[in-house]
C-alpha cells in the first residue's frame, strides 16, 4: 500500500487539458494551411515540422509572456505589407499593451558625413559604399531594445531619415505588449535571431522585388545610375545575407499574396483560435 504517494509536483488533471487543448489548436491550424494551399496564391509556403505545435505550446501554456516574432526577407519583399496588414486584422482597437512593432530600418547607422563628403548618391555607390550590408545596421542596439521590450520595459527606437542618411536617437517611443513584431533585412541575422520565438521569411521572385525596389528608391531621392549601383549591391549582399536565412524560418511566406487575403486568413485563424481557447 503506497501511503505516502502525492500529488503534489505535477497536476495531471491540467496538464491532460493543457494537450488536450493543444491537439485541439494543432488540428484547427493544420485545417487552415490546407485551406490556404488551395489557393492559386497561398500565403504558407512552407512550414516547419514543429512550428504548429510550438505555436499551440505557447498560445496554452505561455499566456503571460511576451511573444517575439521576426519577418525577414529581401529588400522589398513585402516585409512590411505583411506585417501592417496583418496587425490591421488582428487588432480591432488600438489599446495598448496588444502589439509593438520595431522596424530595423530605423536603427540604420547614421551616415550622412558620408553622404555630404562624397556629394551626391552616384559618388558614394562609387566609393564601394553599401547601404545593404549588416554592418550599416545597429543591431546591437536593436537587439537591446528588443531584449527590453521582451522584459517589460519602454524604449526610444532611433529615426532615419532614408534621404539625408541622418540618424536622430530621438525617435518614437515603443511600449512592451503581447506581441512584438520586428521586420527587416536582418532581424534573422545570427546577431539577433536567438531571441526570436517565431521566425518568419517572406519570399518574392527577383522580378517583383525588382520593380518594387526601383520605384521606392526613387521614392528616397535614388534614381538613374545611383539605383542602377545600389540595386546591384542589393541583390549582390541578399545572396549572401539574407537569402540563406529562409533555412533557419520556422515559416516561409509568400510575398507576392493579395494584402486582402492577409487579412482574411488572418482573422481566420485568429478567430478560429479564439473560439478554441474560449
Given at each position: 500500500?503506497?501511503?505516502?504517494?502525492?500529488l503534489t509536483n505535477y497536476n495531471f488533471y491540467s496538464s491532460r487539458l493543457d494537450m488536450e487543448l493543444i491537439t485541439t489548436i494543432v488540428d484547427t491550424l493544420k485545417e487552415i494551411l490546407e485551406e490556404d494551399k488551395k489557393q492559386e496564391q497561398p500565403l504558407f509556403l512552407k512550414v516547419a515540422d514543429d512550428f504548429i505545435l510550438n505555436i499551440a505550446r505557447k498560445v496554452v501554456q505561455e499566456k503571460k509572456k511576451t511573444f517575439l516574432i521576426?519577418?525577414?526577407?529581401?529588400?522589398?519583399?513585402?516585409?512590411?505589407?505583411?506585417?501592417?496588414?496583418?496587425?490591421?486584422?488582428?487588432?480591432?482597437?488600438?489599446?495598448?499593451?496588444?502589439?509593438?512593432?520595431?522596424?530595423?530600418?530605423?536603427?540604420?547607422?547614421?551616415?550622412?558625413?558620408?553622404?555630404?563628403?562624397?556629394?551626391?548618391?552616384?559618388?558614394?555607390?562609387?566609393?564601394?559604399?553599401?547601404?545593404?550590408?549588416?554592418?550599416?545596421?545597429?543591431?546591437?542596439?536593436?537587439?537591446?531594445?528588443?531584449?527590453?521590450?521582451?522584459?517589460?520595459?519602454?524604449?526610444?527606437?532611433?529615426?532615419?531619415?532614408?534621404?539625408?542618411?541622418?540618424?536622430?536617437?530621438?525617435?518614437?517611443?515603443?511600449?512592451?505588449?503581447?506581441?512584438?513584431?520586428?521586420?527587416?533585412?536582418?532581424?534573422?541575422?545570427?546577431?539577433?535571431?536567438?531571441?526570436?520565438?517565431?521566425?518568419?521569411?517572406?519570399?518574392?521572385?527577383?522580378?517583383?522585388?525588382?520593380?518594387?525596389?526601383?520605384?521606392?528608391?526613387?521614392?528616397?531621392?535614388?534614381?538613374?545610375?545611383?539605383?542602377?549601383?545600389?540595386?546591384?549591391?542589393?541583390?549582390?549582399?541578399?545572396?549572401?545575407?539574407?537569402?540563406?536565412?529562409?533555412?533557419?524560418?520556422?515559416?516561409?511566406?509568400?510575398?507576392?499574396?493579395?494584402?486582402?487575403?492577409?487579412?482574411?486568413?488572418?482573422?481566420?485563424?485568429?478567430?478560429?483560435?479564439?473560439?478554441?481557447?474560449?
Amino acid at each position: 500500500m503506497m501511503e505516502t504517494f502525492e500529488l503534489t509536483n505535477y497536476n495531471f488533471y491540467s496538464s491532460r487539458l493543457d494537450m488536450e487543448l493543444i491537439t485541439t489548436i494543432v488540428d484547427t491550424l493544420k485545417e487552415i494551411l490546407e485551406e490556404d494551399k488551395k489557393q492559386e496564391q497561398p500565403l504558407f509556403l512552407k512550414v516547419a515540422d514543429d512550428f504548429i505545435l510550438n505555436i499551440a505550446r505557447k498560445v496554452v501554456q505561455e499566456k503571460k509572456k511576451t511573444f517575439l516574432i521576426g519577418i525577414t526577407g529581401e529588400s522589398a519583399s513585402g516585409k512590411t505589407v505583411f506585417v501592417d496588414n496583418t496587425i490591421e486584422a488582428v487588432v480591432r482597437d488600438k489599446k495598448e499593451g496588444i502589439y509593438t512593432v520595431i522596424r530595423q530600418d530605423d536603427y540604420y547607422k547614421d551616415t550622412s558625413k558620408e553622404l555630404q563628403e562624397a556629394g551626391s548618391y552616384d559618388a558614394l555607390f562609387k566609393t564601394g559604399f553599401s547601404f545593404d550590408t549588416p554592418e550599416v545596421i545597429n543591431l546591437s542596439l536593436m537587439k537591446k531594445h528588443l531584449a527590453s521590450l521582451k522584459n517589460g520595459d519602454s524604449i526610444v527606437s532611433p529615426n532615419y531619415d532614408f534621404v539625408t542618411c541622418v540618424s536622430s536617437p530621438e525617435g518614437e517611443v515603443k511600449k512592451p505588449a503581447k506581441v512584438i513584431l520586428t521586420e527587416g533585412l536582418y532581424v534573422l541575422n545570427e546577431e539577433v535571431r536567438d531571441i526570436m520565438d517565431v521566425k518568419v521569411y517572406v519570399f518574392t521572385p527577383l522580378a517583383v522585388i525588382k520593380e518594387r525596389w526601383y520605384k521606392r528608391a526613387a521614392s528616397r531621392g535614388k534614381t538613374g545610375e545611383a539605383a542602377d549601383l545600389q540595386f546591384k549591391d542589393v541583390n549582390e549582399t541578399a545572396q549572401q545575407y539574407i537569402r540563406p536565412t529562409y533555412q533557419i524560418a520556422d515559416c516561409i511566406i509568400n510575398g507576392m499574396v493579395d494584402k486582402e487575403y492577409i487579412k482574411v486568413i488572418t482573422d481566420k485563424i485568429m478567430c478560429r483560435l479564439a473560439e478554441v481557447c474560449c
